[in-house]
């Protein structure tokens, strides 16, 4: 099975800000991988082939934290 791997540079100051991120990641079905390194403010998600890089994107909106950017990486 293929997958796809999502980069998201996330406004995220604290560690109550990466938990609100992964809390809503880990909702989202067809999340198989969450890294999220706060000092970077870097969020990379591995997702299997059904989910989308605006789906990925939108889902972290749903955070209230601002994403300033993102890139495809596999």
Sequence with gaps: ?????????????CSGCSGA???VLSKLEGVNDIKITLDDQKVVVKTNDNLSYDA??????KSGKQVRSGEVIA
């Excluded at 099975?1 to 100051?13: G, I, K, P, R």
Aim: no cysteine.
């Design 56 to 61: 990925v994107l939108n889902q972290i909106k």
């Design 1 to 13: 099975m293929s997958s796809h791997e999502y980069q998201f540079n996330v406004a995220m100051s």
């Design 21 to 23: 991120v992964n809390r």
